[in-house]
Structure formats: C-alpha cells, structure tokens
C-alpha cells in the first residue's frame, strides 16, 4: 500500500472511532442547519478535525478541501486532498446506519488515492491510481451485468438545490421502467464504492460536491468502471453531476440521460 494511502486510512481509522463513540448517544449531538436539509453536527467538525491533523502532521505542505472548513494550504500546491469527514450527516443524525468516512488525494488535478470507510459495517474501500481497488484488502471489480433491465441503480435525490427538478423526476421515471430497481440511501461515497464492488450497477446524481465523489469516483475507475458527467466527460468534479457504472450499463444510463439535459445540465 503506498505511504499516501496509509496516510489516508489512518485518518479515515481515526474519524471512524469518534463517530462510533457519537454513534452510541445521538440523542445528545447538537445540530446545527447549514441550509435547507443540510445538516452538521459537532461530530463531522470533531472527525475533519482529526483528519486533518493526521494529514498535516505527515504532509504539512499539501492543500486540503475539506467539507466543514473548506479550502486551507497553498493553493498552487501539486497535492489536495478532498475530505468528507461524515457523509451522510442526516442518515447519522436519525441512526440509520448508511454513513461514511471519505478521503481522496489529487495531485495535479488526477485523482491518485482514495478510502470510503464504513464504520457501522467496518468495510474499508481503498484504491491508488493505477493499482487497483480493495474492500478490506480483498481486489474488487465492477458488476459484470450487461443490460440496463437488469441492474440496480443507485441515485441521490435533489435536497439542496431544486432547480432541474423536473430533469430529474424525469430520468428518474424513465429509470424506473427501464431497470431491475433504484436505491436511495442517502450517502454518495457509499454508493459510488457500491458500484466498485458490484453491489450496485451503476450510479447517477445531480448537484453533489467534490468531497462526495472524489474518492468513490476513483473507487469504480480502479475496479474496471466508469465515470464521467451527465454527458460522459470528465468534468464530475467541477459540475458536481456525476455518472459512474459498469462500462455497459454506463454507457445505457447516458443514452437515458441525454434526452433530459438542458445546456445547463450537463
């Protein structure tokens, strides 16, 4: 494993103790709104924090995009990383136990190493570019399934920004009809590592941000997948709109998709 992904999994490690500890009592969590059906408690500030002192402590000149305090460090430095210390804050809040731990590193601007930790289930998605991606050291790869009326697909439904709605409900109608089943269960690091490991077919949401992605997009890369925009390009990261998936069944969700996309959707 290389020493930037130890690195990583000993943050995502650390996180993953101080939730567990909240996990036991959220009853007594203060919540906080950050905007409609955006939430943030003490505990995703506490897990960023103890992410970032693990990365600072090893890779002090690296820049950090972190979820709770966004952008620190130099902004021309070749390395990022991209944090999400609790994705699935709302799913954490009401104790349903789909949440995550998310770390991603960039350099140049390519995804390079990634961790997805599920604490509830201790399940540790890692992957370098290049090398692969593992659940719990053990290789994964994509689904194999090859028609869209067999898959499963995973989906997030729009809860901050409503604007393409419609675009949405649309897709999400045709989906409907044209697959095996949709899931929602509300936290997209886990979904995009879901497609990495087959449990899922594929993948599309609208309006995330690049905490959300960043590790589970190259999750499904280094397992043989792909990923791209609601067009297929490689531009998920700065749209937020992403598309992830077995090569077939990806290909089948944008033949989908195209017909819904307005020259601001994409």
């Known amino acids: 494993m290389h020493p930037m992904l130890i690195t990583a999994v000993k943050a995502a490690r650390r ?3 101080v ?3 909240a996990s036991l009592d ?6 906080n709104a950050k905007q409609q059906s955006d939430y943030v408690t003490e505990v995703d500030k506490l897990a960023e924090s103890a992410i970032i002192e693990i990365l600072r402590e090893t890779y002090p000149n690296h820049a950090i995009l972190a979820e709770e305090s966004g952008s620190s460090g130099d902004s ?17 809040i009401h104790g349903f136990p789909q949440y995550a731990v998310s ?29 692969g991606a593992f659940l719990n050291e053990k290789r994964i790869r ?12 995973g989906t997030g439904f729009p809860y901050r920004s409503f604007v393409h709605i419609d675009a949405y409900i649309a897709i999400f ?27 899922l077919d594929g993948f599309w949401e609208f309006g995330l941000s690049p905490w959300d992605m960043a590790a589970g997009a190259l999750l499904i890369s280094e397992a043989g997948g792909l990923v791209g925009d609601l067009r297929g390009e490689p531009n998920y990261l700065a749209s937020g ?9 990806f290909s089948q969700l944008l033949q989908v998709i195209a017909p819904h996309l307005s020259g601001q959707l994409g």
């Open 15 to 17: 996180a993953g103790q």
């Open 19 to 21: 939730i567990s500890r």
């Open 26 to 31: 959220i009853s007594q969590l203060k919540v």
């Open 76 to 92: 021309q430095a070749e390395y990022q990383w991209i944090i999400d210390p609790l994705d699935g804050t709302t799913n954490f």
């Open 103 to 131: 770390i991603g590193l960039a350099h140049k601007g390519v995804l390079s190493h990634a961790v997805v930790y599920d604490t509830t289930r201790n399940e540790l998605f890692t992957a370098s570019k290049g090398g």
């Open 142 to 153: 994509v689904s194999k399934r090859a028609k869209l009326e067999e898959a499963l697909i």
């Open 173 to 199: 109608r045709e989906l409907m009809q044209k697959t095996s089943g949709l899931r929602r269960p509300g936290a997209a690091s886990l979904d995009l590592a879901y497609v990495a490991c087959g449990r």
């Open 241 to 249: 709109n992403f598309v992830g998936g077995n090569p077939k069944v």
